[in-house]
């Protein structure tokens, strides 16, 4: 490779990596205490008088958490995604919640950031609205799904689950409500979690009838406070007072079937796509290239969709109706037997 071809290649880098920086932090003073070098030393990287060095390289991405894939040399036929694999420790899942929490940090930090969220299942984050219901899905996640030691044997009690994830869903569901969003539902959405409550209850995984009905009244609860956001199209806590001139919050059906959830985060030029694995993992690229392919994707879903908030109230009824439907089924069936 020629000598232009690597500068190229370091300036393309490092000015991708710039641009997923919050806006208050300095590109050569964060390489500076990184890679611990003078000022003058990182300005000369990201100009690319300075050649980085390859343990550069990897200190950098790994901090960072970025691919070292400039636009220019992207492959559309082999893209770098990273993953964060959940395992049947229990730390393992509160290190997910945090890192989630993080994520959501880091976008708030952006002023012009947005979310576009295709919802085979509820968004994660929605449920973290209520404290019980909070419990239920990470106690299902665990036990269901990652086989977790500590759910092993055991029927659902929300006091098995550590009060600082409460807490943590309590700060994600928070700081998603203050990034402008695009959610894509499908009729199928919300079928995960009322199939996740019977299968509990047919199983015999609750400890009593009471707190089988608690979740499903806690689900509704969740299900009309999504409505009356998509009313107000704005993002706010539950029972909490509506922000002002918000109008942050876009909700569309989509006749279309969704297949995984798929998010698309845009901050400016940089788009990173999350997709979901595994029921609950998800990983994550900021490739350029794929970034498009999401975006075109996403657009075409949109395109096909009906938009269910702010002024169309005759879509939106009819759709959370089924949901209502749904979820009173469920409940008749819990309070019959």
Known sequence: MSKKANYTVQTEFLSKLKDVLPQNLSLADELSDLLEVSTDSAYRRIRGETALSIDEVVKICRHYKVPFTPVSEENPNTITFGIRPLDNNQDAFKNYLVDLRNDLKKINSFENAQIIYAAEDIPIFHHFCFNELTAFKCFYWNKEILNTPFSEGKKFDPSLIPEEWIKIGREIIDLYNKVPSIEIWSDNTINGTVKQVEFFWESGLFRNKEDALLIIDQLEQMVKHMEKQAEVQTKFLYEKEIP?????????????????????VKIGNIQATYLSYHTLNFMNTTSTSFGNQ?????????????????????????????????IEKLKEKVKSN
């Open 244 to 264: 002002k001139h918000e109008n942050n919050f876009s909700l569309y059906r989509s006749d279309v079937t969704i297949g995984n959830n798929c998010i698309l």
């Open 294 to 326: 999401t975006d075109q994707w996403l657009k075409n879903l949109i395109k096909k969709a009906t938009l269910i908030s702010g002024i169309s109230e005759k879509h939106r009824y009819q759709f959370f109706k089924m949901k209502y439907l749904m």
